[in-house]
């Protein structure tokens, strides 16, 4: 909560996480029977809701991971900094990644990278994390 009220308003807000925040259907019959027989770990975020209306307005993407089928959900349409949430898929099985594109403080654009060949043709780079600001 923090570190979004730090944000300034035109630069691009990301929250990522492991568990997807809202229900989904399952990937494959193993995870439905696991989420029937109530294994742990099958389902959304217990507080994913209540995660989506905090970020609301504050934030551009909620990327996570966990399932392995890619999704894009878009919980409040009419909001005027809509918040898109993602989930990225198995990259290893899909061959590719979700990429993102940004023009004048908003997504302009999503797509798919492949993996392979051009990866390795690419010339390697460096992303430096900026982690958030320390709790007082």
Do not use: N
Request: glycine share 10%; proline share 10%.
């Amino acid at each position: 909560d923090r570190t979004l009220a730090g944000c300034e308003p035109r630069a691009p807000a990301l929250v990522l996480l492991h568990h997807h925040p809202v229900p989904l259907p399952a990937d494959s019959w193993v995870e439905g029977l696991a989420g029937r027989l109530g294994w742990l770990r099958t389902e959304e975020l217990s507080r994913g809701k209540d995660l989506l209306d905090l970020v609301r307005g504050r934030c551009d993407l909620v990327l996570h991971g966990h399932r392995h089928v890619p999704h894009h959900h878009v919980p409040f349409p009419g909001d005027v900094r809509p918040l898109h949430v993602y989930g990225a898929g198995c990259s290893t099985a899909l061959a590719r990644v979700r990429t993102f594109a940004w023009s004048e403080g908003r997504i302009a654009s999503s797509g798919w990278w492949r993996v392979g060949e051009e990866m390795e043709r690419r010339p390697r780079t460096t992303a430096r994390w900026v982690p958030a600001a320390p709790r007082p």
